[in-house]
């Protein structure tokens, strides 16, 4: 029976280095793959971008209010007119990766289980927990929730420490109230604390 994976970590943890590689690993023994990640998500437009410059277009974007399953079927069917990738091979896919799937709504993350479940698709979802404000996108906690497998991808705060949250920095000072989702913008850019910098950053405060 095939899984739900969900890969989190905090900012520059290499989520989308480590989701190109499991891409390249499956593709390297002969499986076929589909790339997705959400529309909202403008970084790199149509493309999953590593830190390292690697990249790679995906096969699908998700709008907002996408059947993701439909979707995927579409895609792998080859029908989808409006998929960004056509496939000349029509070889069974054997898993999707999903790349910034904080940002997919919860039905669409029941959408991948199942996906998983149902059609006995690997789906490997790549994302963070929490927000600038510490709590929680509505995707990531849907995937907290029900899938099989969780994974931590760590990365380190500018003290040396495990980092876990994410502060936003609008130039170089830190901001703790604002909309949810500001994708990486010419003065809107976002830095990886562990639990004290994070703290001494925010006035000893955890949420807005």
Do not use: W
């Not at 000072?173 to 001494?200: H, K, P, R, W």
Request: charge should be negative; include cysteine; hydrophobic fraction near 40%.
């Amino acid at each position: 029976m095939a899984k739900l994976y969900f890969r989190y970590g905090a900012m520059n943890s290499g989520k989308s280095t480590a989701l190109l590689q499991a891409a390249y690993n499956y593709e390297e023994r002969g499986q076929r793959v589909l790339l997705a990640k959400p529309k909202i998500d403008s970084k790199g437009e149509s493309y999953i971008v590593s830190r390292l410059g690697v990249s790679r277009k995906v096969d699908f974007l998700v709008g907002s209010n996408d059947n993701l399953r439909d979707h995927f079927h579409a895609v792998a069917r080859g029908d989808d007119p409006n998929a960004l990738v056509k496939h000349v091979e029509m070889e069974p896919v054997a898993a999707l990766l999903v790349d910034e799937a904080q940002f997919l709504n919860p039905a669409q993350i029941d959408d991948m289980m199942r996906i998983a479940l149902l059609d006995n698709v690997p789906v490997l979802a790549y994302g963070i927990r929490t927000d600038f404000r510490t709590e929680a996108f509505p995707g990531a906690r849907r995937l907290l929730e029900i899938a099989h497998t969780l994974e931590e991808l760590k990365t380190i705060c500018r003290c040396g420490r495990k980092a876990i949250f994410n502060a936003r920095k609008i130039g170089d000072e830190f901001v703790f109230d604002g909309d949810q989702v500001a994708i990486d913008g010419v003065m809107v850019t976002y830095e990886s604390l562990c639990g004290a910098c994070y703290l001494e950053e925010s006035g000893g405060h955890l949420a807005s």
